[in-house]
């Protein structure tokens, strides 16, 4: 009986540092991966926190800028264009559901939405780059309220995308979107209570591997 009583303590505290493992680890973010991520996106609620896909650093000449682009912005080059489009092929292919899309005013964060197909955003100047390119804002205003929109719970069954730029991802997690490449997303779990945990980071490129790995 000594013995039984000894194993089943020891089961129980095996299974409590188990479970003490996973929520640290979760705490910590990047912890979902492969099908668990994609499964984790399916059933909604998460926020796709994402950088325009790839843009040259400097606006068009007037011969290479395109029709839609009248003011003559930064806008995506080849492989933004086809990141951005595999993008939206991939989360269709996942079923994975986008609801509410939230974009900064520049072309190329709207022009990554458009290729994307993932439908008509709403658009927030806090979401831009103040009209110049890798603007930062030292106040502090602009990294809060992207919090605050990014802690906000999607729909029932629907992931939250938010397109904006580097600077405005870096000052709201700075230690997370440590090099973040063009394109590439945090993907972040609201937690109801005005916060949200970072589960996992994710390149433009990456989706279509997800997509065919599952």
């Known amino acids: 009986m000594s013995n039984h009583r000894s194993s089943h303590a020891a089961l129980r505290l095996a299974t409590l540092l188990w479970l003490t493992l996973i929520t640290i680890d979760l705490a ?28 040259p650093r400097n606006p068009p000449e007037a011969a290479q800028a ?34 509410e899309v939230l974009s900064s005013p520049t072309y190329r964060a709207l022009q990554t939405i458009k290729l994307a197909k993932f439908g008509q955003p709403r658009i927030f100047e806090e979401l831009g780059d103040g009209g110049q390119s890798m603007r930062a804002d030292k106040s502090g205003a602009r990294a809060s309220w992207l919090k605050a929109k990014v802690s906000a719970l999607p729909g029932p069954h629907e992931n939250t995308l938010i397109v904006t730029h580097f600077p405005n991802i870096s000052e709201a997690y700075p230690q997370d979107a440590v090099g973040l490449a063009d394109g590439e997303a945090l993907i972040l779990h609201p937690d109801g209570r005005g916060g949200a945990t970072i589960v996992a980071r994710v390149k433009i490129d990456e989706w279509a591997g997800l997509a065919t790995a599952r």
Request: proline residues 2%; negative net charge.
């Open 28 to 55: 910590q973010g990047d912890s979902l991966a492969g099908k668990e991520l994609i499964a984790a996106l399916r059933s909604g609620e998460y926020v796709i926190l994402m950088r325009h896909a790839s843009s």
């Open 66 to 99: 395109d029709v839609e682009n009248v003011q003559r912005e930064r806008q995506l080059d080849e492989e933004g264009r086809a990141s951005a489009r595999a993008m939206g092929e991939a989360l269709r292919r996942l079923q994975i559901p986008i609801g």
